[in-house]
T-cell receptor, first 112, second 113 residues
């Protein structure tokens, strides 16, 4: 049962423009939401996170928005750079389950 | 600070064999988690250990097992390998609090022939 869904398998964006990645979840017990970035042949690296008590968190070019009522979160990357081309995973965790539930990932390609 | 180290990097086995993968966490991290990634799939949670105790386990058959040692290093074992076990196996470590970010290793790419 996929509790975290990324419905867009791929996204192509021009360098300098905004990338918007979306993620939906079904489990209302999730308290923490994280985004990871993954290059081929490497492990995922942490990008940014947000807890359920907030609706926005910003770190440099990355901003995550959380809409709890819609069970939806999004990652905005502004401006997009060629080095941002990677697979992005959305993940979620409950307060006491000590695991991350991941979406299937979105492959972002930044065009020059 | 050294990152999460996984060995071996690549592994080729045949059906029916068993395999052991190793993970050394970041120094000071007491939690180690294991995930399986297959093409087109997200990362599927296998299990998590904290101070040698398994705190959570994913929906994988009993052929998949793990353990953690007193120095926080962890191993996972897969017995009676099947073709579908071919995947990238990722280990991650953290201090152990719920919801905190995980630091991942580069993974072990297992191919079952």
């Amino acid at each position: 049962d996929q509790q975290v869904k990324q419905n867009s398998p791929s996204l192509s964006v021009q360098e300098g423009r905004i990338s918007i990645l979306n993620c939906d979840y079904t489990n209302s017990m999730f308290d923490y939401f994280l985004w990871y970035k993954k290059y081929p042949a490497e492990g995922p690296t942490f990008l940014i996170s947000i807890s359920s008590i907030k609706d926005k968190n910003e770190d440099g070019r990355f901003t995550v928005f959380l809409n709890k009522s819609a069970k939806h979160l999004s990652l905005h990357i502004v401006p997009s750079q060629p080095g941002d081309s990677a697979v992005y995973f959305c993940a979620a965790s409950g307060n006491n389950d000590y695991k991350l539930s991941f979406g299937a990932g979105t492959t972002v390609t930044v065009r020059a | 600070k050294a990152g999460v180290t996984q060995t071996p990097r690549y592994l080729i086995k045949t059906r029916g064999q068993q395999v052991t993968l190793s993970c050394s966490p970041i120094s000071g991290h007491r939690s180690v988690s294991w995930y399986q990634q297959t093409p087109g799939q997200g990362l599927q949670f296998l299990f998590e250990y904290f101070s040698e105790t398994q705190r959570n386990k994913g929906n994988f058959p009993g052929r998949f097992s793990g353990r953690q040692f007193s120095n926080s290093r962890s191993e996972m074992n897969v017995s009676t390998l099947e073709l579908g076990d071919s995947a990238l196996y990722l280990c991650a470590s953290s201090l152990g609090a719920a919801g905190e970010k995980l630091f991942f290793g580069s993974g072990t790419q297992l191919s079952v022939l």
